[in-house]
């Protein structure tokens, strides 16, 4: 029997660092259009465009630093007797940055992508069109992001992780852009117990054997304490 944690989180455990997050009030897509900067079309047709959001995204993302609600889960990894898995739908290193292990499921802000030879690389503060390849020299470097209409990356081991989950936990994620928010199913299949911390209650609340509403970096800490069987501090 395992005891393994796996936990998603999405933009709402990013956003007391002051990131934003996607579907809020004023979050990123009510500023920007999916398909003029999240899509592979979009970077065709606009590679500009594109790299301009990204390098703006890319320079808050290196100003920011992890928040509590990171701190609290890169403890949890580190003390929890099983495996603690990470799975974030964030492209920021707020995670690493604490201290945590994840999987990055849609990309890196911090990675750059050769789109002809496969290779990554540490992207430069600002990118732009028609950006070398350190490996194959071609001029074919992009975000690494995953872009909507494309494959997420580390499926199978995500997959994998959640057919041995004893517990699944969703933090900060509006639960509105699959697979991702199929995950919950996925480990309630196999017996996980399911829990979703929100700000407020997701379009898939009601996936969840239990849910806690409130801010991550108060919620976060406190849901740890309990795991770690650790008085509130
Ligand atoms: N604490 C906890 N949750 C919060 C907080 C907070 N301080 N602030 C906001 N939230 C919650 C919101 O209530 C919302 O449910 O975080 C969630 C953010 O939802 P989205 O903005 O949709 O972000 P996310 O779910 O991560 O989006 C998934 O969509 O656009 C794509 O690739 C992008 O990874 C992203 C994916
Ligand atoms: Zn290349």
């Known amino acids: ?53 990204y390098n703006e995204r890319r320079k808050q993302a290196r100003e920011s630093l992890p928040n509590s609600g990171h701190h609290a889960l890169a403890r949890l ?30 990309g890196e802000l911090d990675n750059a992508l050769c789109s002809s ?13 028609e950006e070398f390849c350190p490996k194959c020299t071609s001029p074919t470097g992009r975000p690494d992001i995953v872009w909507f209409g494309e494959v997420p990356y580390k499926m199978d081991s995500i997959s994998k992780h959640l057919l041995e989950a004893s517990l699944f936990v969703a933090i900060g994620t509006s639960g509105e852009v699959y697979p991702a928010a199929g995950f919950v199913q996925e480990a309630k299949l196999v017996g996980a117990y399911t829990i979703e911390i929100n700000l407020e209650p997701s379009s898939i609340a009601s996936n969840f054997a239990e849910t806690r509403f ?10 740890v304490n309990e795991i770690l069987g650790k008085s509130p501090s």
């Open 214 to 223: 409130g801010p991550a970096t108060k919620i976060v800490p406190a849901w």
């Open 1 to 53: 029997m395992h005891n393994k944690i796996v936990i998603l989180t999405g933009a709402g455990i990013s956003a007391e660092s002051g990131l934003g997050t996607f579907r809020d009030e004023n979050g990123l897509w009510s500023k920007y259009k999916i398909e003029d900067v999240a899509t592979p079309k979009a970077f065709k047709n606009n590679p500009q465009r594109v790299h301009q959001f």
């Open 77 to 106: 990894q580190a003390n929890y007797a099983d495996e603690v898995i990470i799975v974030t739908q964030n492209v920021d290193s707020l995670h690493e940055k604490s201290g945590a292990t994840v999987i990055h499921m849609h």
């Open 117 to 129: 030879c496969g290779f990554r690389w540490k992207a430069p503060l600002e990118m732009f069109p």
